[in-house]
């Protein structure tokens, strides 16, 4: 059961959420909780850790929502909110979701819209947390390998599993933060770290939207890989949204006047798929390998802000459904020839 926050301070809005979602309520497949000030939503996290989604006013007494946004992304960065506002202009937009903001939903509400919004939200915070989930059992695994597990283990079996790999057809995406070097040089350690995971924040809801996998982060760069079903094709359409939202993002200007762009580098085809690192150091990260990876980085080191490149040999497997651009011949490291790449344009 996913349990919502509601945080409005019209209790008109209380009223309607229980008509509108009132078989929902009773099959038990969201319960709501009010609050009718940012005050009382904090009163309301305390007593329920396990709120998934907040939906939350801007304008209210006491504490607007925007501060909210603040202190909820202070107190837990796993809850998403979206707002529900009659201020639908684009200046508040963008100070929500510069804030952290999942989404925005404008009143009068549609509530068919509202619906799809909390169900794409909720799908997003499941994924995070078994992601977080995974990572945190993967990380007692690694501390606790050598001692503890192997002894409820057969030895040669798990580190056979372990050892294993496989070919896989995938396509990976490698997104880099354009000129972010100027930030992490220019402004103090704390900004540049928030700053940073809010991009990663962006780039990741996406990902995850489209069935993609983040492989690692990289300095301030992203790789995801997409496994299954027209895996190119999702990965083209997470990377179109990823660019579309973060050139939505505000400018900040403090030492520096910075404008977030990314450039990305999309590959598809076979690679190996295994847990690489040090055995002797039981550092090891389930990741993939191969040319294929290799010339996905390639490529986004090719590309300018705001590009999106791909392969010859991807567009013409996604020319008709992508609008494209051909760039021509490029030099690729350890390629005997150039290859020819293309900008997916939408």
């Known amino acids: 059961m996913a349990k919502i926050l509601v945080v409005d301070d019209e209790t008109d809005l209380q009223v309607l959420i229980k008509q509108k979602f009132r078989k929902k309520i009773r099959s038990r497949e969201y319960e709501f909780v009010f609050a009718i000030n940012g005050n009382d939503a904090l009163n309301r996290l305390e007593e329920h850790s396990d709120i998934d989604l907040v939906l939350s006013d801007i304008n209210m007494p006491e504490m ?24 639908g202009d684009m200046e508040n937009i963008r100070m929500a979701m510069n804030r952290g903001a999942f989404d925005f939903v404008t ?26 989930k995974a990572i945190k059992e993967n990380n007692i695994l690694k501390m606790y390998v050598d001692e503890n597990v192997l002894n409820f283990m057969d030895t040669r079996e798990y580190e056979s599993s372990l050892m294993a790999s496989e070919t896989v057809e995938a396509s990976v995406v490698f997104i880099d933060i354009c000129s972010f070097t100027q930030i992490s040089e220019n402004e103090p350690p704390d900004m540049v770290v928030s ?7 962006t780039m990741v809801k996406h990902i995850i939207e489209y069935n993609g996998f983040i492989d690692k982060f990289i300095g301030d760069a992203v790789m995801a890989v997409f496994r299954g079903k027209h895996h ?26 910075y404008k977030p762009k990314v450039s990305i580098g999309i590959n598809s085809g076979e690679m190996v798929s295994g847990n690489i690192g040090s055995e002797s150091l ?46 021509g011949e490029i030099k690729v490291k350890n390629k005997a020839n150039p290859i020819v790449v293309y900008e997916v344009l939408e």
Do not use: M, W
């Open 232 to 257: 190119l094709d999702r990965a083209i359409e997470a990377s179109l949204a990823v660019r579309s939202e973060i050139e939505r993002l505000p400018s900040i200007k403090e030492h520096v006047t």
């Open 282 to 327: 039981k550092r090891l990260d389930y990741t993939v390998i191969g040319d294929v990876v290799n010339t996905a980085q390639r490529l986004e080191s090719k590309a300018n802000q705001g590009q999106i490149v791909i392969t010859e040999e991807s567009y013409e497997k996604v020319k008709e459904f992508f609008k494209c651009n051909r760039l």
């Open 107 to 132: 009143k009068p509400v549609d509530f068919n819209d509202l619906e799809l919004t909390i169900e794409k939200t909720l799908k997003y915070v499941r994924q995070l947390r078994e992601t977080l």
């Open 195 to 201: 700053l940073l995971n809010s991009y990663f924040d």
């Open 64 to 87: 607007d929502g925007l501060t909210l946004l603040s202190r909820i992304n202070e107190k837990n960065s796993i809850i998403k909110s979206v707002i529900v506002s009659a201020y």
